[in-house]
């Protein structure tokens, strides 16, 4: 019967990678935004499938030898340090993981809105979605690809590249960074009205800024010379860069 | 003492001289005693001024005496041509000028006067949608305030920064943003749209309140410029002490440094 036990022998070792390999999946029928807060730098992209999607190829799983117990200074409902929860039309996935550990890498439909939070100083990389995207960090870089707006990103301390494939016209923009560089990539044919700020740094564009006749903003024309508001193709979707102690690249 | 909401349903006709003796009466004593009532009232004086202003269309004073020069010069030069090639020239008679002359005067008076009288038909409807207007983005704002997105609460303050006299809600909303919102992009806008309001002793005060809990260095920079800007000297202690602490960075000390030798 040697041959039934290694059938036997295979199936548990099956079973058990299996079991130890899954994927998590949260199915985002009914959701309309996905807030996600990390300590670890977070990396979101796009699928085809409706769901929240925490791949084990990708993604460090819990330890074997945690099977059973219950984490004391986290929470963790996938597996991968990491808590889901749907509160309504809003899904919550918050990870646990040291601040050190790789990045945690998950997968949405490119319409879900997003809300981003890195507690710590973590990179936060964003592409494809075509939906509002909000995103927080202190002390890492923020990039988003491809964003189609509204775009609202506070970085304390780090850089923020953002590249825009279109600008939704029905909401408005905003990135403030208190320390570093912002560099945006904008179609050229974008209609926009764009305020920049840059206090302590400078303004690079190879966009024709042109600063309107009608300023109907005196107050901060009067107190800030480092400070242009400019009708982009004859103006449009409010668009607002402010980089306090940075530069700005602004490019087509 | 009558309430704003009457006062304003007089206000039109109070600036446009056919309110009656004690209507009068009743207006100009609120206006003294009420500041966003007075606030309103010029808003609406320029707003008919304007108004009264508008007249491109008008001919001009001098407009007869240069047609006549014009048409002496046309005189002159037809008699020349005349002169020179008598065979071609087309005579036409000065009556017929004149004629035509009268006609293009009446035309443009004419038009002029419709056009005028238009606008006074007008006016209070224009006023009606300027304050419907008013009205709209006053609701419009205050239901995003509430928004659970970010880009929608800035869309509210940009509403709320648009709107010429906003009501107490309003610049209420704008500070409580500003003091509270979780993002900096919000609080920060907040911060910009409410200096089109800083002469309000609430205003000023939120102002304060704001240097003394921010912790977000952009926030911090917009905040002492503003402060500065509208010569807040109750800010002085507070700038002084964020000079003195460690955690001051250091681009926003050398901001302190040099609003505090403009305010002292």
Redesign the interface.
Known sequence: MMPNKILTLLFFVVSISYGFSQDYRHTTEGID?VEVIASVSVIIKTHEAPSLLISSKENKQIERNTSGLTPIFGKDNTGFKVFVEQNNSTLKIESFQPRTDAPLIIYLPETI?LAVESREQNNIKISGFTN?I?A?TNQGDITIQNANG?V???N?QGNTYVKFKELNQN?????????GDIYITIPSNTKATIEVSV??GELYTDLELIAPENQD?K??Y???SRYIKSLLNGGGV?V?F?A??GNVYLRI | MSNCKEIELQIVDYIDGTLNGAGIEVVEQHLISCESCKKMEIEYRLLFTAMNDDQAELPSENLDDAFEVALMQETRNLRATRTTKPTKTVQIPLHYIYKVAAVFVLMVGSYWFGNYTTQREFMPELVDLTVQKQELKTIAALSLFENESASKRIQAVEFAQELENPADEILIALINEMLQDKLVNVRLASARALERFSEYGMVKDAYIQALKTEENPSMQIELIEILAFINEKRAIPKMKELLKDDATPIFIKDKLESELQNLI
Not at chain 1, 171 to 179: A, E, G, L, T, Y
């Open positions: 935004k809105k509002e909000e927080k509204p609202i990103i506070e304390e909401s408005p923009n905003s990135i403030v960074n208190s320390h206090p302590r903003n107050y901060r009067r107190r800030d409010s607002v402010i306090s102690r």
